[in-house]
């Protein structure tokens, strides 16, 4: 039945999305603001939290990074001084982003370090661009035992400093455009040189001018981009944000309360503690395709000095106006700025894909327009998806279906495992290890898997390495299992838990079990004859008493793998369903 097909894109979910961002706004949980966003270099767009991947770096090591044809060196803690503007002595601050120094807009120490007690509120000057930079006393920032006790303030390229440069009133000055290169706020002779070519050109000149007070090793936690793989940069940006505090504390009680039932029980603790530490959604993205967003910046009639420019420094928040329409848009704007002539454009951005992924439980029931679909089908009884977007999408389903409709889009969750190769390796191009289910069911040579490597965007270098890969793990190919077997071992897997370690060779085994499986039932078929007919229900408890012993223990044998079979898929126990049909045909 393909009849309720439908695409993100299409008319009606176009609607439903316009429909759900106007509401949320006028309920105030989407807002514009001018914050820190994880901007990719490479894609040139901002990305949520969880599209930030993170790796941990114990020391000083390279690291590829996407454009650059070396590898760039993190994990070290960069230690300069800033000299007094009295000409009095310095004050030695550590970075692991020395670039980041051409942002500075203040040095913060402890209030109770000895120390620093009687700089405080003095300045420092910023020896690139010669900004004055004070002294601040901050307390819930500082840690007085680590390094010098002083920390430098950039606020407008890192979250602890963000805040910081909030509670302090700080000068948040963004360095980077967003190509990742310097532009030219304050950044004097390196603006121009990308991100990465800053960090040694800074350091060789803090060299020069006598500032350099060392390098050490420093273990760090590194974010990357989880689509291209590119250092993630706190960026400051106007966005549009979803406030999500009250929606996540309403989606623990429904989990706590089991108004909604997470399975396994083990992922509730997963689900608590990111709901607990949930931040405020990034929805707006800096991309070509996707539902572009509803909201019209207001620029008025020969004011372009001060109208600013939507999603630059210069912008004013206070002129955007949101509407389901261009119409809808301008009554807003006419009731807002009467007597005004202004003209309205649309925001460039388009929102983040899961933003009209979280209303598919009833944007595919033709919400927000009432009908049959919608009344009978939503809420939904069981949502069966894969543990890894938990939170990219089963977490924003829950919160958007909360607020637009009042109604928990679904009772149960089930989150099956994840598909590994037989080694535990995630699946991967470059390791030649990706195993598509079609080479399974049908059967592949190794010399096509070779040749389905070649119409990817490989590396010629890793293009070879995943050739010696797929040499190591299918020396003969892939035999062709067809799709019950294939079925039949995904869901015996089950029990490995968060992932599945796919070996074809237990596909294989499961083909033959299928093939003995088929000859035995061809075999008896065969031999019953073209006339039989199965008894009906009623008769068998006759029947049974007058078979021989052999007939009434197989019987025994069928009703017990049927019972626990029945049990084990009414508790989503898949492994022992398929452990107990096994069974009882092998053994």
């Known amino acids: 039945d393909w009849n309720r097909q439908v695409f993100t894109m299409d008319e009606t979910r176009s609607n439903a999305v316009n429909e759900a961002f106007v509401r949320m706004h006028e309920k105030g949980l989407i807002y514009r603001d001018n914050r820190l966003v994880n901007w990719c270099c490479k894609l040139k767009t901002a990305v949520s939290d969880i599209e930030v991947d993170y790796i941990d770096i114990t020391k000083r090591s390279g690291v590829s990074v996407p454009g650059y044809d070396e590898p760039v060196e993190f994990g070290a803690i960069t230690s300069f001084a800033y000299p007094y503007e009295d000409g009095s002595g310095e004050i030695v601050v550590a970075t692991t982003r020395p670039e980041t120094m051409l942002g500075d807009t203040a040095v913060a120490v402890h209030p109770d370090d000895d120390r620093y007690k009687a700089v405080v509120g003095k300045f420092l000057v910023h020896p690139i661009n010669g900004r004055k930079i004070p002294v601040i006393a901050d307390a819930e920032l500082v840690d007085m035992e680590f390094g010098t006790g002083a920390v430098k303030i950039t606020p407008a390229h890192d979250p602890n400093d963000f805040a910081t440069g909030k509670r302090h009133n700080l000068e948040f000055i963004n360095i980077l455009d967003d190509n990742g290169c310097l532009n030219s706020n304050g950044t004097g002779q390196f603006a121009g040189q990308r991100r990465f070519e800053a960090r040694i050109t800074v350091v060789e000149h803090l060299k020069e001018i006598g500032l350099y007070r060392g390098v050490e090793d420093n273990p760090m936690r590194l974010g990357l981009c989880s689509r ?31 108004e909604l039932e997470i399975i396994p029980e083990e992922y509730e603790a997963t ?104 009344k009978d089908f939503f809420p939904g009884q069981l949502l069966e998806t894969g543990h890894d977007i938990l939170f990219f999408w089963v977490a924003r389903m829950v919160m958007m279906s909360r607020v637009l409709t009042g109604e928990v889009p679904f009772k149960q969750v089930y989150l099956h495992a994840m598909v590994r190769d037989a ?6 191009k470059s390791l030649g290890n990706v195993i598509d289910p ?31 890969g797929q040499k190591i793990d299918f020396p003969d190919g892939i035999e062709e299992c067809g799709a019950d077997a294939l079925r039949f071992a995904l869901v015996s897997y089950t029990a490995q838990g968060r992932d599945i370690n796919l070996d074809i060779k237990r596909v294989v085994s499961y083909r033959h079990w299928c093939n003995k499986l088929w ?12 006339d039989f007919q199965p008894r009906a229900a009623g008769e068998l408890e006759t029947v049974a008493a007058t078979l021989p012993y052999p007939s009434k223990w197989i019987l025994s044998r069928l009703n017990a793998a049927t019972k626990s079979i029945t049990d084990a898929m009414y508790a989503y126990d898949f492994a022992t369903s398929t452990s107990a049909v096994y069974s009882f045909w092998q053994y």
């Not at 291209?228 to 309360?257: F, H, N, T, Y």
């Not at 080694?423 to 991967?428: A, D, E, I, Q, Y």
């Not at 049908?442 to 096509?448: D, F, N, P, S």
């Open 423 to 428: 080694h535990g390796r995630k699946m991967s």
């Open 438 to 468: 079609t080479n399974v069911i049908e059967g592949i040579t190794l010399e096509e898997l070779h040749e389905s490597l070649m119409g990817g965007n490989l590396d010629p270098k890793e293009v070879e390495k995943a050739k010696a």
């Open 519 to 530: 000859n035995a039932i061809r075999f008896a078929i065969m031999n019953l004859g073209d």
């Open 228 to 258: 291209s793989k590119d250092v993630i940069e706190p960026v400051l940006k106007p966005q549009w944000w979803v406030a999500c505090d009250d929606m996540a504390a309403d989606g623990v009680e429904l989990v706590r309360s089991k």
């Open 271 to 374: 689900w608590f503690r990111w709901m607990a530490n949930i931040r405020d959604w990034c929805i707006s993205r800096q991309l070509w395709w996707g539902h572009r967003i509803p909201a019209y910046y207001v620029s008025f009639d020969g004011e372009d000095a001060t109208n600013g420019s939507p999603g630059s420094p210069s912008e004013n928040m206070a002129n955007w106006v949101v509407g389901r329409t261009l119409e809808d848009a301008q009554k807003v704007a006419n009731e807002r700025f009467p007597g005004r002539a202004f003209t309205l454009v649309q925001d460039e951005d388009v929102l983040d894909t899961w933003f009209s992924s979280g209303l598919f439980p009833f944007s595919t029931m033709g919400w927000p327009d009432a009908n049959p679909d919608l």
